[in-house]
Nanobody, 120 residues
Framework: QVQLVESGGGLVQPGGSLRLSCAAS????????MGWYRQAPGKQRELVAA???????NYADSVKGRFTISRDNAKNTVYLQMNSLKPEDTAVYYC??????????????WGQGTQVTVSS
């Protein structure tokens, strides 16, 4: 199976920055897509940003121009650079990977979540 290990969450003031990282380990053939989702209490989990193996990106409208997603395929790691953070960015952020396994099945994997809190 695949494990996703996240880091970089924490408390930051409005206007500040954080950089999240998520490293995938285990046995797999390829990671087609890596992305970040977030979920605030009482709200549905939503896509923040995603990046394909070819480098194509997709962002939620609310974070365009502020967040940047990138990946290092050699390290099987995805990053989310978050700038100009707002209180409404406060949520648990989850790493997601769409993986083609060694048996050629497609499986979604999720990290355990990391808390991001934007507050004065």
């Amino acid at each position: 199976q695949v494990q996703l290990v996240e880091s970089g969450g924490g408390l930051v003031q409005p206007g500040g920055s954080l950089r999240l990282s998520c490293a995938a380990s285990g046995s797999f053939f390829i990671i087609n897509v890596m992305g970040w989702y977030r979920q605030a209490p009482g709200k549905q989990r939503e896509l923040v940003a995603a990046i394909s193996s070819g480098g194509s990106t997709n962002y939620a409208d609310s974070v365009k121009g502020r967040f940047t997603i990138s990946r290092d395929n050699a390290k099987n790691t995805v990053y989310l650079q978050m700038n100009s953070l707002k209180p409404e960015d406060t949520a648990v952020y989850y790493c997601n990977a769409v993986v083609v396994t060694t048996s050629l099945s497609t499986v979604d994997y999720w990290g355990q979540g990391t808390q991001v809190t934007v507050s004065s």
